[in-house]
């Protein structure tokens, strides 16, 4: 989907209720403000200048009579009334426009969040958090602007402006035509004006976006920077693009400021304009001194209407271009949506396979070729090759990060297609080797927000090693970890992970070195505590350390993204193969052969 200012007022126009409550109150408030600025001047004519009757002669049949004081008197207390009046109609009608617009943006953040949701990997690789943040904010607050601009003020100002065009026609038909015929040049110098200002404050919006999303980089990635001694480049990085939105800022500030009293100014110099022309009509035609006041007062009347129109102008130029940024949000690709049509997850156990599977993250890189990989159900399968080889990708395509480019995915022999992507990540558990924390506690890292009991967590932690640890921390569970879990030690956070797949209690458990950084005898009794875990379910482990290798059923070698040799430990030795080679390697490296 996309976004567009036609699908913004159709959603606007679904509020069918409150629009119309709305649209009621407007003509209300204009009703009683357009005949306003007629009154007090009328009385110059019959009270001052005793020219004409009208409504001195009515306020005497139908209220009382009274003298001259009477009739100021009752005349100010009836516009004093009326204008309060107005105001009141007008608070009125803000609250419940106001309602509408926030509910719109509400349903746009939420669009773009569940668009979000479902982002390709390879989509999300390529963001920027920060920009995408900056998108979700600030251009869904411009829209905010337009929609609560124009839906709130745009009907009371036009039916104010027809009312006060039918009232200035009826004073001096000639003297209104003037004023209606001036009027739109002033509007469209207006426009114009208003379209060069738009793209300024595009810029402007740029600049922010780009501040933002360097900023938020530096931050996740504070630690390393520190860490490199690079505080000085990242952060005069960072000043030069705050530098650039204050040159944005500035040019878009002042010009729109500029544009604004330029457009104000051309409103004044009319206003002049007819208040000349007005006194050329009671000098050479029969326009009367009070109406010729009560002309001046609708001049004025006048403005808070047009320069809300010319608002809408901006606002509107600006939501276009907002618009255009937030489409950039709905333009990234999702991940493919399979239909759920069977779940081979409530089997007992569940197995994978992999035919003829072939996927690079780009097109013209290939990682995996022709993969044929099977772990059958309840099986330990062990995966192991060089570096760079392919082993995680491996990995992440069968816990449904990637969609594969060809060959076929299945769990129980049906194919992902037929299962969902969501449902696969729902079963398939992968423990990555720096696995990513967030800043919150313990628990919340475990549980990820699902309800799990506390005995249920302790079992996990205790399994996992970390019992006696957490045990010693002075809030236990609720201990915060700190961003990216930085309070905790490599090793620590990696026990928290494999706790947190203990309480998933996924059928196919996926583990990416995820010990590496556990010392030999706490690796050992780790695993010792999760023989009875690995025994209920099927497990594929991407290990260096022989003594895991071993226990694997069967292994699979990896190279340059093939499958080189396959077979159970012995089989593989025999062969004298690059399992041979591999594991004298690795044994070496760990001590552990
Ligand atoms: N998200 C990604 N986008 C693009 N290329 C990637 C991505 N992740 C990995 N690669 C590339 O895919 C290849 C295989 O990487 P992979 O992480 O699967 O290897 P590995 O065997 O798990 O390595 P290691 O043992 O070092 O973890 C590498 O050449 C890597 O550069």
């Given at each position: 989907?996309?976004?567009?200012?036609?699908?913004?007022?159709?959603?606007?126009?679904?509020?069918?209720?409150?629009?119309?409550?709305?649209?009621?109150?407007?003509?209300?408030?204009?009703?009683?403000s357009v005949p306003t600025p007629l009154l007090i001047p009328v009385l110059v004519d019959e009270v001052l200048l005793k020219k004409s009757d009208t409504l001195t002669h009515w306020?005497?049949?139908?209220?009382?009579?009274?003298?001259t004081?009477?009739y100021v008197?009752?005349i100010l207390?009836?516009t004093?009334?009326?204008?309060?009046?107005?105001?009141?109609?007008?608070?009125?009608?803000?609250?419940?426009?106001?309602?509408?617009?926030?509910?719109?943006?509400?349903?746009?953040?939420?669009?773009?969040?569940?668009?979000?949701?479902?982002?390709?990997?390879?989509?999300?690789?390529?963001?920027?958090?920060?920009?995408?943040?900056?998108?979700?904010?600030?251009?869904?607050?411009?829209?905010?602007?337009?929609?609560?601009?124009?839906?709130?003020?745009?009907?009371?100002?036009?039916?104010s402006l027809?009312g006060i065009a039918g009232v200035l026609f009826w004073i001096h038909w000639g003297l209104a035509l003037f004023i209606i015929i001036l009027n739109?040049l002033v509007?469209?110098?207006?426009?114009?004006?208003?379209?060069?200002?738009?793209?300024?404050?595009?810029?402007?919006?740029?600049?922010?976006?780009?501040?933002?999303?360097?900023?938020?980089?530096?931050?996740?990635?504070?630690?390393?920077?520190?860490?490199?001694?690079?505080?000085?480049?990242?952060?005069?990085?960072?000043?030069?693009?705050?530098?650039?939105?204050?040159?944005?800022?500035?040019?878009?500030?002042?010009?729109?400021?500029?544009?604004?009293?330029?457009?104000?100014?051309t409103f004044l110099a009319g206003y002049e304009v007819f208040r000349a022309a007005s006194i050329l009509a009671v000098a050479f035609s029969d326009l009367s001194i009070g109406m010729m006041l009560a002309v001046f007062g609708y001049l004025w009347y006048m403005v808070?209407?047009v320069?809300?129109?010319?608002?809408?102008?901006?606002?509107?130029?600006?939501?276009?271009?907002?618009?255009?940024?937030?489409?950039?949000?709905?333009?990234?690709?999702?991940?493919?949506?399979?239909?759920?049509?069977?779940?081979?997850?409530?089997?007992?156990?569940?197995?994978?396979?992999?035919?003829?599977?072939?996927?690079?993250?780009?097109?013209?890189?290939?990682?995996?070729?022709?993969?044929?990989?099977?772990?059958?159900?309840?099986?330990?399968?062990?995966?192991?090759?060089?570096?760079?080889?392919?082993?995680?990708?491996?990995?992440?395509?069968?816990?449904?990060?990637?969609?594969?480019?060809?060959?076929?995915?299945?769990?129980?022999?049906?194919?992902?297609?037929?299962?969902?992507?969501?449902?696969?990540?729902?079963?398939?558990?992968?423990?990555?080797?720096?696995?990513?924390?967030?800043?919150?506690?313990?628990?919340?890292?475990?549980?990820?927000?699902?309800?799990?009991?506390?005995?249920?967590?302790?079992?996990?932690?205790?399994?996992?090693?970390?019992?006696?640890?957490?045990?010693?921390?002075?809030?236990?569970?609720?201990?915060?970890?700190?961003?990216?879990?930085?309070?905790?030690?490599?090793?620590?956070?990696?026990?928290?992970?494999?706790?947190?797949?203990?309480?998933?209690?996924?059928?196919?458990?996926?583990?990416?070195?995820?010990?590496?950084?556990?010392?030999?005898?706490?690796?050992?009794?780790?695993?010792?505590?999760?023989?009875?875990?690995?025994?209920?379910?099927?497990?594929?482990?991407?290990?260096?350390?022989?003594?895991?290798?071993?226990?694997?059923?069967?292994?699979?070698?990896?190279?340059?993204?093939?499958?080189?040799?396959?077979?159970?430990?012995?089989?593989?030795?025999?062969?004298?193969?690059?399992?041979?080679?591999?594991?004298?390697?690795?044994?070496?490296?760990?001590?552990?052969?």
């Amino acid at each position: 989907m996309s976004l567009s200012l036609k699908k913004i007022f159709d959603t606007i126009k679904s509020y069918k209720k409150a629009l119309i409550a709305g649209n009621i109150v407007a003509i209300l408030a204009a009703l009683v403000s357009v005949p306003t600025p007629l009154l007090i001047p009328v009385l110059v004519d019959e009270v001052l200048l005793k020219k004409s009757d009208t409504l001195t002669h009515w306020l005497d049949t139908h209220i009382m009579p009274m003298d001259t004081l009477g009739y100021v008197l009752t005349i100010l207390l009836a516009t004093v009334f009326l204008r309060f009046l107005y105001t009141a109609l007008s608070i009125l009608q803000t609250k419940i426009f106001m309602q509408i617009s926030k509910d719109v943006t509400y349903r746009i953040r939420v669009q773009a969040l569940e668009h979000l949701k479902r982002i390709s990997m390879k989509a999300y690789e390529t963001s920027h958090s920060g920009s995408i943040s900056s998108k979700l904010v600030t251009d869904i607050e411009t829209i905010d602007t337009f929609i609560a601009s124009t839906v709130s003020r745009l009907i009371i100002s036009v039916l104010s402006l027809i009312g006060i065009a039918g009232v200035l026609f009826w004073i001096h038909w000639g003297l209104a035509l003037f004023i209606i015929i001036l009027n739109p040049l002033v509007i469209t110098f207006t426009t114009k004006l208003a379209r060069k200002v738009s793209k300024l404050k595009k810029e402007e919006n740029l600049a922010i976006d780009l501040f933002q999303s360097a900023l938020t980089e530096t931050l996740d990635l504070f630690g390393q920077i520190r860490a490199s001694n690079q505080e000085q480049g990242f952060f005069s990085q960072l000043t030069n693009k705050a530098r650039n939105i204050r040159e944005r800022s500035i040019a878009f500030g002042w010009k729109s400021d500029a544009a604004n009293r330029i457009s104000y100014l051309t409103f004044l110099a009319g206003y002049e304009v007819f208040r000349a022309a007005s006194i050329l009509a009671v000098a050479f035609s029969d326009l009367s001194i009070g109406m010729m006041l009560a002309v001046f007062g609708y001049l004025w009347y006048m403005v808070t209407p047009v320069q809300d129109i010319l608002g809408i102008q901006y606002a509107l130029h600006n939501a276009r271009a907002a618009v255009a940024r937030i489409n950039e949000i709905f333009d990234m690709p999702i991940e493919p949506e399979f239909p759920h049509k069977k779940n081979p997850f409530t089997d007992e156990q569940v197995g994978v396979k992999l035919e003829n599977v072939n996927f690079g993250y780009s097109e013209d890189t290939q990682i995996l070729k022709d993969i044929c990989f099977e772990a059958k159900p309840s099986q330990r399968i062990a995966l192991i090759g060089a570096s760079g080889s392919g082993k995680t990708t491996l990995a992440q395509l069968i816990v449904g990060f990637y969609p594969i480019d060809s060959g076929r995915l299945l769990f129980n022999g049906i194919d992902v297609k037929e299962i969902g992507l969501d449902v696969v990540r729902e079963h398939v558990n992968l423990v990555l080797q720096s696995p990513k924390l967030f800043n919150d506690t313990i628990r919340f890292n475990i549980t990820l927000g699902r309800e799990i009991s506390e005995d249920e967590i302790w079992k996990a932690l205790e399994m996992a090693q970390m019992k006696s640890v957490i045990e010693d921390f002075e809030k236990g569970l609720d201990t915060v970890v700190g961003r990216d879990g930085i309070k905790l030690s490599g090793g620590q956070r990696q026990r928290i992970a494999i706790a947190r797949m203990i309480v998933a209690d996924p059928k196919i458990a996926i583990l990416d070195e995820s010990t590496s950084a556990l010392d030999v005898h706490t690796e050992a009794n780790l695993y010792e505590a999760l023989e009875p875990f690995f025994e209920k379910r099927t497990t594929i482990m991407i290990a260096h350390r022989l003594s895991t290798i071993r226990k694997a059923d069967y292994i699979y070698v990896l190279e340059k993204g093939r499958i080189v040799e396959e077979g159970t430990h012995e089989e593989l030795l025999k062969e004298e193969g690059v399992y041979m080679g591999y594991i004298q390697q690795s044994g070496a490296c760990n001590g552990v052969v």
